[in-house]
């Protein structure tokens, strides 16, 4: 029986099945991470530009992704 891995060492796997799986849980934990602290920051006033900032990606990109229709 397969004893089960954190994500970080099952990505890091020698088996090509067990590292993409890891590494696709990886980037969903990080999506929904991201979603909450966007809220958080927007809730406390931050600016698109700040988010943006801290994320080093552009305001565009950051509030295309996040703002809420």
Do not use: Y
């Amino acid at each position: 029986m397969d004893t089960p891995q954190d994500p970080a060492t099952a990505a890091a796997s020698t088996n090509p099945a067990q590292g993409l799986a890891a590494i696709r849980a990886l980037r969903t934990l990080a999506d929904r991470l991201e979603e909450v602290q966007v809220r958080n920051a927007r809730d406390q006033g931050w600016s698109w530009q700040a988010i943006a900032d801290v994320l080093h990606v552009s305001r565009q990109a950051v509030h295309q992704k996040h703002a809420r229709d």
